[in-house]
């Protein structure tokens, strides 16, 4: 039996990694490819050279955002069922896609963030209300549109196994009753005002945040 239990144990060890490296391919990956060509972009003197870059800047910056929405995606589906029926639930995973979901709802605003902002900056206003709208909408649903057989959304059932201390008591209540009237702000007001900066800390065995 400790045999089994250590066979079946390196195999769920495996399965985090690959989810882990899946994600940092990408969405972590094309973002800091963003970073590098912003980076030429400012070393450069050319005009025309900067506009290219920060065209493979927003090339990249796409990629890194429609992965983001994907896995927001996949992982509300697969927290929804996890949290299907009230008994034997496997909290750790439950904790795995919630980290997963904070995580992209954070991301997703400072992608988005850069990422109108540069759009503005080379004349594409209408790309960037586009892509705006498109935030707004998705996280939007995220916070309101009832899922499952519980009829609640995704926000609210992480409430209610958000692993919640002293520091971060009730952050999903406090922030679906805000998003209403937040996600009519301007996005640099969004991010400026971290208004979705709740982090999972990083526990004893050095799991990401």
Known sequence: MRQLFAKLDSIQELQ????????????????LNARDNILRAQNSDYIEVQHGYISKTVSELTSAIN?????METATNHLQKLTRW???QRFDQIKKYIEFLTRDVQLSTKFVGVQTHL??????????GLELERYRHIV????????????ISAAML?????????E?????????????????????????????????EENEDGEKK
């Open 119 to 128: 759009l503005n900056y080379i004349g594409e206003s209408k790309s960037a």
């Open 168 to 200: 971060n008591r009730n952050a999903w209540i406090t922030i679906s009753k805000e998003i209403g009237t937040k996600l009519h702000s301007r996005i640099d007001s969004l991010e400026s005002k971290k208004v979705f900066l709740v982090l999972v």
């Open 16 to 31: 985090s990694y690959q989810i882990d490296r899946d994600r940092d391919r990408d969405i972590v990956t094309p973002f």
């Open 67 to 71: 992965a983001v929405y994907t896995d």
């Open 140 to 151: 939007h649903s995220f916070f309101t549109r009832p899922i499952g057989t519980r009829r």
């Open 158 to 166: 992480i409430h209610q196994y958000f692993p919640y201390n002293e």
């Open 86 to 88: 009230p008994i034997f």
